[in-house]
């Protein structure tokens, strides 16, 4: 019973922790009609592999009352100009309003350019492995960032380029390290039983 007390009171501390500070995403109302609007979708923050959720989550809760930005989206984070490109991946107009993009052997359903204190999303026509991008402000470009709309359909990627996957929170991690020191702790004990038993 003690060593049970003791993974629990583990398990509360892990869950205790603070979590990792990240600006605050949200959709900035009368900037946005839609992802697929050419204009696109201006958000509050930085979009980057630890905020695509809070990204998707903010424009899903923006599109209940926006009828012209429905239906939901699903991003899936591929890379960025910021942590650095991968293979024969090419941007141009860094520093600029705008560019072009190149990324040879990978379909991107989604593009965001990150200027002044905040992103715009763009969502484009079809999934492409090229086109022109702009900031939609008169910042210059911080970094573009890449994506992919939907997980059942993954991006065409060439097996020679290395796309970087989502890392785990560290609560994720917790939790599953508490997991399993739980399963060991009945496991244990279950054993132990038996042997007195017979």
Not at 46 to 67: C, E, F, P, R
Not at 122 to 138: E, M, Y
């Amino acid at each position: 019973m003690k060593s049970i007390l003791s993974a629990a009171a583990l398990v509360t501390a892990l869950l205790a922790l603070p979590a990792q500070a990240t600006s605050r995403i949200s959709v900035i109302d009368g900037a946005c009609n839609s992802v697929s609007d050419a204009a696109g979708c201006r958000f509050t923050g930085n979009i980057t592999a630890k905020t695509v959720d809070a990204t998707q989550g903010a424009y899903n809760l923006y599109n209940d009352s926006m009828l012209s930005a429905q239906p939901d989206i699903q991003l899936n984070y591929l890379f960025d100009t910021d942590a650095g490109l991968p293979g024969n991946v090419s941007v141009t107009g860094l520093n600029d309003r705008s560019g072009t993009w190149s990324t040879p052997g990978i379909l991107v359903d989604f593009i965001a350019t990150k200027a002044g204190n905040g992103f715009t999303l763009f969502k484009l026509a079809a999934p492409a492995s090229s086109g022109t991008w702009n900031t939609g402000v008169q910042q210059g470009l911080s970094h573009l960032s890449f994506m992919t709309g939907n997980l059942l359909q993954s991006p065409s990627v060439d097996p020679q380029i290395d796309v970087a996957g989502g890392v785990p929170e560290p609560s994720s991690w917790a939790m599953l390290i508490a997991g399993f020191g739980l399963v060991g702790v009945f496991s244990r004990r279950r054993r132990r039983q038996v042997t007195v038993a017979a």
